[in-house]
């Protein structure tokens, strides 16, 4: 009876697991008739570039690989562009001692009768451009308008009744959903990878003005401006970059999505640039510490730490202290979350901000501004202060000349002397800084400074705004019982 029902059991398993494995493997997903509808609309972009031959300056001992030139770019993008030159990789000397140096991309068409979008770093500084079809026919583009701050390129070329894209609502994304993405990573001409939306709405360093679809698809140099589509063979992104530790994928991709690709594109065609709206603020996100300091429940929203002089913010009574909550309906999470919603409002749209001020709530009106062309991407970093009080940092007041190089303009303000062990330097305050408020007061000199520390909450968090070289920022400065 015992063997009986031990070969009983494993027959029942063995049928259990025969049925089971073909209802697993139809649940995922087929994307052999996407790439068959979709694979003819992508492209593989090769440029060219003319460079004057430049020497990395590396540590002695150290010599720089050789790199493809999309891979060198990946490099600079991410970590700096620490030498001359184009990146190194491919290149071949000219004979007068100047290199042609060579790289690759991807791209998709969007108009059949020859339009075409790619990423801005593709084609960036190009002086001969190439458009290779799926029916291997290579045709020479020209930039039709270009992009730096999205990272989106419009190109154009010379054909006919071409297979176009469908486009996407990225809106209707969701963490988790399959994406499919076709380029050209290192030259191999439609290449398909798969995977999953790992997160929406991504930020990265000194990219303000996009709200990134993160992937786990496998994205590699010669990607960058290919499609990324949805299961329903629509694009909703554009490959652009990779976080990398090696230059290679490592399972972190982002693309643009198609919406803010082809605000783009119709700014371009109607008017030759691309504009984008400006508060004239500079902010920072919100910490705990500092949200404790504003008797917030929990960090969220934009903290204004600099009000920029005849910028639409000042003109509507914003002040430095704000936390901007919402923008024109919209929540403001993390400060983040607000440079992409501005960026993409018309200047001289009007808009309502809900802000926090000293513990309240209200709405500001103001009418949005164009965002100059000398925008200066300051963002707020942390900072370090002396002996003189309780808080373990010494102040003195500021002469002519440093308010001067300062651009203070008769602000008011103390200048951080030396810095010791204690709050100040646990909040971050530097030798150097300027100290402009505390607790929400102005500091007009260092006898104002010390009044008002004699009047600060023992125990409690005060916010601390300081002005550095780099910009405004605020600090949460923990008072001692």
Excluded at 106 to 129: C, M, P, Q, R, W
Aim: hydrophobic share 40%; proline share 6%.
């Amino acid at each position: 009876m015992i063997r009986i029902a031990h070969a009983f059991f494993a027959t029942a398993l063995a049928v259990v697991v025969l049925s089971t494995t073909p209802v697993r493997a139809q649940e995922l997903p087929d994307f052999t008739h996407l790439v068959e509808n979709a694979g003819p609309a992508v492209v593989n972009i090769s440029t060219t570039q003319k460079a004057k031959k430049h020497r990395l300056h590396l540590p002695q001992g150290k010599d720089m690989p050789d790199l493809p030139d999309d891979l060198g770019d990946l490099f600079r993008r991410f970590f700096g562009d620490h030498g001359g030159g184009n990146g190194g990789g491919n290149g071949e000397e000219d004979g007068n001692g100047d290199t042609e140096a060579q790289s690759l991309g991807s791209g998709f068409i969007i108009s059949s009768d020859g339009y075409l979008l790619t990423n801005h770093h593709v084609v960036k500084d190009a002086d001969e451009i190439i458009v290779r079809l799926n029916d291997r026919r290579e045709l020479p583009a020209k930039v039709v308008g270009s992009d730096p701050k999205s990272d989106i390129a419009l190109l154009k070329i010379d054909a006919k009744d071409l297979p176009v894209v469908h486009m996407g609502d990225p809106s209707k994304l969701k963490v988790g959903e399959w994406v499919l993405a076709i380029g050209c990573p290192f030259g191999f001409d439609h290449s398909a990878t798969a995977g999953i939306v790992s997160a929406l709405g991504r930020n990265l360093p000194s990219e303000n003005y996009v709200p990134f679809i993160q992937t786990d698809v496998a994205i590699n140099p010669g990607n960058s401006g290919g499609p990324l589509f949805n299961l329903a063979g629509d694009v909703i992104g554009i490959n652009s970059q990779i976080y990398s530790r090696t230059g290679g994928f490592m399972g972190l991709s982002f693309a643009i999505p198609i919406d803010v690709a082809m605000d783009v594109v119709n700014q371009v065609k109607a008017k030759g640039y691309v504009s984008r709206g400006w508060l004239g603020v500079l902010i920072q996100d919100v910490t705990h510490e500092l949200a404790e300091s504003f008797g917030m429940e929990r960090p969220e929203g934009a903290l204004v730490a600099k009000v920029l002089p005849n910028g639409p913010a000042g003109a509507a009574d914003i002040q430095v202290g704000d936390v901007i909550l919402a923008f024109n309906g919209q929540h403001i999470s993390a400060s983040t979350d607000l440079p992409p919603l501005v960026g993409r409002t018309a200047a001289g749209t009007s808009v309502e901000l809900k802000v926090l001020r000293s513990g309240k709530t209200r709405t500001v009106s103001l009418k949005v501004g164009e965002l100059p062309n000398e925008d200066e991407k300051n963002h707020a970093s942390s900072t370090a202060p002396s002996k003189e009080n309780r808080l373990g940092f010494s102040v003195t007041d500021l002469n002519a000349d440093q308010r001067t190089e300062l651009n203070l303009k008769g602000e008011g303000g103390v200048l951080v002397k030396e810095v010791g062990d204690g709050p100040g330097r646990r909040a971050g305050l530097h030798e150097g800084d300027v100290i402009l408020s505390l607790n929400g007061t102005k500091v007009p000199d260092a006898a104002g400074f010390r009044t008002v520390v004699k009047g600060l909450p023992a125990g409690k968090t005060v916010p601390l705004l300081v002005q550095r070289s780099n910009g405004a920022l605020f600090l949460a400065l923990k008072v001692p019982e």
